[in-house]
């Protein structure tokens, strides 16, 4: 299929309001933020003051989730609103297919924005960091595509200027026009930057979630993890002042979203809640109800769909994502009964005989409000946490193990090999995913339906791994 027939057919596909003020559209990403992370889900640790008001402004979902628990597959879906595996996206060095079509592109082509996109790397036209051979190769075959698709970059990563940078982009806005503008925060990534002073979290106070072991060591990293998210709100409030200040406020909608889970054990680079379950908050003056809160399963592909309507134009069928406008707006609408993740290479580094799951793991996974499964394709890979395993949580975890002295609960979800093919989870009577329901007959219809549901959505996917019920 062609570029051309891919968009071709969203031109004439207007709504009425399409007819009225096309809305600005920012989003803006934080960086390995697991829900509930942030002062208004409820969080006692976490001082997120003006995420705080930025969500009495508008509407919380408590049911978000990204289409996977990495960085680079979970902004294809979000730009592309597709998954990853029907885009072909699945390695860090690989650039977005030229074929597959963005939000960016399709607001600029057929509404009429001007697109930027700011910050930290935004991933989708390879890692940053190719190399030589890759570098060569991407030339050659001229896959980067992104100084194409969208009319301003900024790659210069400091936090510093984020301000300064989006007054550039607005100055670069010919007049008129509507603008989109994609906002990449460093933190709270890893490496964790512990605050000084009065700023610093004492990990002594903190609550730990369940799925974590009570050791110093992931207290210690839990509390930098959570100075970071406390300075990424300060980072965030750069951003809304500039739109206050330029006249922009009142006709913008505003996405703030967490790109994947935190880089945790069960977080980033799992398909357990951690690493999938993300904050997502929508302010939009006028047409979103502010101190709304949804409960509804959203999924990170339905991000560009719900964008693109918003500015007056239809979703595409090759889009498996489905907007939730309605939603916004308080209108009826038809909620998800599933959403679905893949768990796809990680990084850039070649596969060795001692390359751990961090790495390489392949599963996927569906999740209807009470229940999940997941589908564990490489389960003879050992475990390790994505960024953090040098860490002192994860050290004092693994010497724990070595003891005899975790719980074994936790023992069993992070040292045993091979891991289970199949995992079901009851999420109301076990939200920390360490109960596994698979293969027991009280649960058999339930697992059958979710092997169905994933199913479907492997075979419309085009995805390469097993079906997980098979079937000639």
């Known amino acids: 299929m062609t570029r051309r027939q891919f968009t071709g057919g969203l031109a004439a596909a207007t709504t009425a309001a399409a007819q009225a003020a096309k809305p600005n559209i920012v989003v803006i990403l934080s960086d390995d933020h697991s829900y509930p992370y942030l002062g208004s889900y409820g969080h006692t640790g976490v001082r997120t003051p003006n995420l705080d008001r930025f969500t009495a402004e508008g509407m919380r979902f408590d049911r978000a989730f990204q289409a996977a628990p990495q960085c680079v597959p979970s902004r294809t879906a979000l730009m592309t609103g597709r998954s990853p595996v029907a885009a072909r996206m699945g390695r860090f060095n690989s650039p977005l297919p030229a074929d597959v079509v963005t ?39 001229e896959t980067l595509t992104w100084n194409k698709r969208i009319d301003f970059i900024d790659r210069t990563g400091d936090r510093n200027k984020t301000g300064a940078v989006v007054e550039q982009f607005l100055d670069k806005k010919p007049a008129g026009k509507p603008f989109f503008l994609w906002v990449n925060f460093s933190d709270p990534h890893h490496v964790w930057d512990r605050a000084t002073g009065d700023a610093a979290t004492d990990p002594a106070k903190l609550q730990l979630p369940k799925h974590l072991p009570d050791l110093p060591g992931v207290r210690e990293d839990l509390a930098r993890h959570i100075d970071e998210i406390n300075r990424m709100d300060s980072e965030f409030q ?17 996405v703030f979203m967490g790109d994947n889970g935190m880089a945790f054990p069960h977080g980033k680079g799992s398909l357990y809640d951690p690493g999938l379950h ?52 308080g209108q009826t609408y038809e909620a998800r009964q599933y959403i679905f993740g893949a768990r796809l290479y990680h990084g850039s580094a070649p596969f060795t005989p001692t390359t751990k799951a961090s790495t390489f793991d392949l599963s996927r996974c569906v999740r209807s409000a009470r229940h999940k499964l ?11 946490p994505v960024d953090s395993a040098n860490d002192p949580g994860w050290k004092q975890m693994t010497a724990a193990h070595a003891a005899g002295e975790l719980a074994p609960e936790i023992d069993r979800t992070y040292f045993t090999r091979s891991r289970p093919v199949f995992e079901l989870y009851d999420l109301e009577a076990d939200q920390s995913e360490l109960n596994n329901l698979a293969g027991k007959p009280e649960v058999a219809d339930v697992e059958k339906a979710l092997k169905i549901a994933l199913q479907e959505k492997m075979i419309t996917d085009y995805d390469f791994l097993p079906l997980p019920l098979g079937e000639a």
């Open 103 to 141: 939000l960016p592109e399709l607001l600029r082509e057929q509404a009429g924005y001007f697109t930027g996109v700011c910050r930290r790397w935004f991933h989708l036209d390879g890692s940053g960091r190719p190399g030589p051979i890759n570098n060569e190769i991407f030339a050659r075959n």
């Open 238 to 254: 750069m951003v809304m002042e500039v739109l206050e200040r330029r006249g922009h406020a009142a006709n913008t909608l505003v």
């Open 278 to 329: 993300v904050p997502l908050l929508v302010r939009w003056p006028g047409q979103v109800k502010p101190g709304a809160v949804s409960k509804n399963l959203i999924s990170g592909e339905d991000i560009t769909p719900t964008l693109l309507e918003a500015a007056g134009l239809a979703n595409a069928k090759q889009m498996s994502g489905r907007s939730f406008l309605k939603h916004l707006r």
């Open 374 to 384: 997941i589908y564990n394709c490489t389960p003879h890979m050992e475990y390790a």
